[in-house]
């Protein structure tokens, strides 16, 4: 039971949500002992709460490539399909920046491209450190707004193969998207605006 998907979850990208992770990768989490302890009768809040626990992000680790305790949460949230507001409130919510991150890659899972690129552009502002495990084993450095990058632009996060991702000049042509404003940019236009007004 605790690897089945809820019975009430729609499909995402045309098959079960769990299955956007690799059936091998996903009997790994299976067999770990973080899933087995920890995992197994998780509701959404119990995988909130979990997460806020959580001091890196990374797909696998080590000789036996055991998955890290951020991908098994992931899977657990694959098979749960929190609403679509809930899923917003994660992403909008900036006291835990772990749990930010597992909203913006399951986000990335499960969205179409064009709420991808609304609702994960705004985290660019978002530049508190993160931790990364490796591969290798050892923790590496990095940054919300550049893991955010890396979800955006990369097909292979995570040890996790994301779907296909339209880019965003194709979205821009079709009208989908406004052409998106870097922080500099939206910095520059608020600085003039505001000496506009203060010229008045």
């Not at 899972?109 to 490796?134: F, G």
């Not at 965003?168 to 079709?174: K, M, N, V, Y």
């Amino acid at each position: 039971m605790a690897n089945r998907t809820v019975a009430t979850a729609q499909s995402v990208h045309g098959t079960n949500p769990q299955y956007l992770i690799e059936k091998a990768y996903r009997q790994r989490i299976y067999d770990s002992l973080y899933w087995k302890e920890h995992c197994f009768g998780l509701t959404v809040t119990g995988v909130m709460e979990k997460a806020v626990e959580l001091n890196s992000v990374g797909g696998c680790y080590g000789a036996h490539h055991r998955p890290t305790e951020f991908m098994c949460l992931m899977l657990k949230l694959l098979q749960l399909q929190p609403d679509r507001q809930m899923v917003d409130a994660l992403l909008d919510q900036t006291d835990f920046k772990y749990l930010r991150a597992l909203a913006a890659l399951y986000f990335r899972l499960t969205q179409p491209p064009k709420d991808v690129y609304s609702r994960l552009e705004p985290l660019y502002r978002d530049y508190r450190k993160l931790r990364i495990r490796s591969s290798d084993g050892p923790f590496e450095l990095t940054y919300m707004d550049e893991f955010v990058d890396t979800l955006l632009r990369e097909s292979f996060v995570c040890y996790i193969t994301l779907p296909l991702l339209t880019k965003r000049i194709a979205l821009e042509d079709a009208g989908a998207l406004a052409p998106r404003l870097s922080p500099l940019d939206e910095d520059y236009k608020s600085s003039s605006s505001s000496n506009a007004s203060d010229s008045e």
